[in-house]
């Protein structure tokens, strides 16, 4: 299932619609949104269309100029494809229709071709004009709009909420789902659909949730839904929960929420990277010959997207063979290493707008080396100034600790990274596909494995929460992820954590490990299992408290987390997870404000 971006709203039946539409779309700007836009027929019935970038309170003095309304559609835009401007905003349409949509249509490119070659023209870069402009090729050749809609969606490939209106039919809402979320609100003398109850809550909590295949037409007295031509009917739902829970669909935090959102975060991010098995990056318009040009890479950013860093790194150089170094954006900035054009550096960040790095980018840009973004947010500063730039799409990220774009970030990079080694001919493509279905199958699923046994990392938290100090240790890939599950741990828990390489302890760090001190040991490389059980038994010899995190099977006799069976080449996704479980919980024993911890920002834009 790929992750909701975007916010829908729409309403058939109540004469306020104009007040509906924007009050649920400000009621979904929690979800992170670059633009906005309705469509609505005013009281001639004729349709009327409202867009623009930036907030919701941008189109409201246009929209409720309109007289009166009582049917149509809202939207705000999470940008995915297309940059943040008045014409990729939604809704997208013709004379004859208006589409608002929250997904990705991944073959649109091909789709918008045959559009193309038939005499349609695209006013917009975006995926979802090209479903709408479909949908007006096929409403012309069909007999009814819920066959061109069936005709339509049969050629989608991807993930779709679609909320759709007719010129010629005012007082009908058509709303379709796959793999989006998209609800139908039942009121009294009014229905609506929604991507989820926040926006409705007010209005109704009675609803039916959408499932795959579903196509429904609404008006204000009646609501069909209809699946494979077939009309059928979807269990009434109510909708207990208040506004805030809404916005966290149901998770008691935004962290929470994410930490479970990071599978299809992660398939979100590279099934638009992959085809028959294969990277490819073809989409992203990136110059591949750089891979083959370049001699070094520098990774640069700060916090925990400098830790996906260092599980770029070593994919890095496992796969591609790349010397590569991670730096911290805000040392980079002040000692700089002797950048030439000769290296590529590859900027991260989550927000796109950190400080540091933005500041570290146009200096590697001025010494004249090549720059690449990992960019969560279309259309940041960050993702605007490098010279190339792969966005993830793990959908907005709430909680100031961040979570599923470390997930998405260290998954991309490794994929970028398999792609370099067969471009640098040290992966064949036999092997390529096997790095990609552990990558795309088979990390995922070993998260969600990880998520369904949270009751086991709680009780590690227990262990931990009454602590004033602890140690997070590991070799290679392990130390990279304990410094990760350090920061996360420290960040939202306010306990004093450090991470260090499992074989320096003994040069200084041990003289800490007093009786009763946590050590989280990681341990998933089995070229390293039995050093890191030395390692361990100095701690606990010394009275830590040991919390081992491995895939080793054996009985060390400390309280474990097993990993799921996985190659040892991806299982730093699954270890993520149960670092941000272990300090999620903690944090919430230690009744820590988890989303929003002391001192801290979600996006560091100052110095
Ligand atoms: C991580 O949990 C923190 N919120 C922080 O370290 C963050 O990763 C860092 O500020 C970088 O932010 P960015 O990814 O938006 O650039």
Request: glycine letters at 8%; aromatic letters at 8%; charged letters at 25%.
């Amino acid at each position: 299932m790929v992750l909701y971006m975007c916010g829908i709203i729409g309403c058939v039946g109540n004469e306020n619609t104009l007040e509906v539409l924007l009050d649920g779309l400000t009621a979904l700007e929690y979800r992170g949104y670059d633009s906005a836009g309705v469509a609505v027929f005013d009281n001639t019935g004729k349709l009327r269309m409202v867009k623009d970038f930036g907030r919701v309170s941008k189109i409201t003095q246009e929209v409720l100029e309109i007289k009166s309304s009582s049917c149509g559609i809202g939207h705000t835009r999470w940008a995915t494809h297309g940059a943040v401007t008045k014409e990729n905003s939604h809704p997208h349409g013709s004379e004859g229709l208006q589409i608002v949509h929250n997904g990705i249509i991944e073959n649109h490119a091909h789709l918008k071709k045959e559009l193309t070659d038939i005499g349609y023209s695209f006013k917009s870069e975006t995926d979802t004009e090209v479903a709408a402009l479909l949908l007006d090729y096929y409403s012309k050749q069909s007999e009814s709009k819920l066959e061109a809609i069936g005709k339509t969606v049969k050629r989608l490939v991807g993930s779709y909420a679609l909320g759709i209106v007719f010129a010629d039919e005012p007082g009908v809402i058509y709303a379709v789902r796959k793999d989006s979320p998209l609800i139908i609100g039942i009121g009294e003398g009014a229905n609506y659909i929604a991507s989820d109850m926040t926006a409705l809550l007010k209005y109704t909590r009675e609803h039916y949730s959408l499932e795959n295949g579903d196509i429904a037409r609404i008006t204000a007295q009646d609501i069909e839904i209809y699946n494979t031509g077939e009309r059928i009917t979807r269990k009434k739902l109510y909708a207990d929960w208040d506004r805030s829970a809404a916005e966290k669909g149901g998770y008691p935090h935004f962290m929470l929420k994410e930490i479970y959102e990071s599978p299809d975060a992660v398939r979100s991010t590279l099934r638009v990277r992959i085809v028959d098995m294969l990277p490819d990056f073809s989409a992203d318009e990136l110059d591949e010959g750089i891979f083959e040009r370049i001699s070094r890479v520098y990774i640069v950013a700060c916090g925990t997207a400098m830790h996906a860093g260092l599980i770029g790194k070593s994919r890095l150089e496992a796969y591609a063979k790349l010397p590569a170094s991670v730096e911290i954006a805000s040392e980079f900035r002040y000692n700089p290493p002797m950048l030439s054009s000769d290296d590529l550096v590859i900027v991260i960040s989550q927000s796109g707008e950190t400080a540091d790095s933005l500041a570290a980018l146009r200096l590697s840009k001025q010494m004249g080396a090549k720059t690449l973004a990992v960019v969560n947010v279309v259309g940041s500063s960050i993702a605007k100034e490098a010279d190339f730039v792969l966005y993830t799409y793990a959908g907005p990220e709430i909680a100031v600790a961040s979570t599923k774009a470390y997930s998405v970030q260290s998954a991309l990079i490794t994929l970028l990274a398999v792609r370099a080694g067969m471009l640098r001919g040290f992966i064949d493509e036999s092997f390529a596909k096997t790095l990609v279905c552990e990558l795309y199958i088979d990390a995922p699923s070993a998260i969600e494995k990880m998520l369904e046994r949270a009751d086991e990392i709680k009780e590690c938290a227990e262990m931990l929460c009454e602590s004033d100090d602890a140690f997070f240790i590991g070799r290679g890939i392990d130390y990279a992820l304990a410094c990760e599950g350090s920061l996360k741990l420290k960040e939202i828990s306010y306990i004093h954590s450090e991470a260090y390489a499992a074989g320096e302890l003994k040069h200084g760090t041990i003289s800490l490990i007093t009786e009763g001190v946590p050590v989280i040991a990681l341990a998933s490389v089995s070229a390293l299992y039995d050093k890191m059980e030395s390692n361990i038994r100095e701690v606990a010899s010394r009275g830590a408290k040991v919390i081992l995190i491995t895939s080793d099977t054996r009985e060390y006799g400390y309280t474990m987390v097993r990993l799921p069976e996985i190659s040892e080449r991806v299982s730093f996704l699954p270890v993520a997870c149960v670092l941000q479980l272990l300090a999620y919980y903690t944090s919430v024993m230690r009744g820590c404000d988890v989303d929003k911890p002391r001192n801290l920002a979600k996006s560091v834009t100052v110095e």
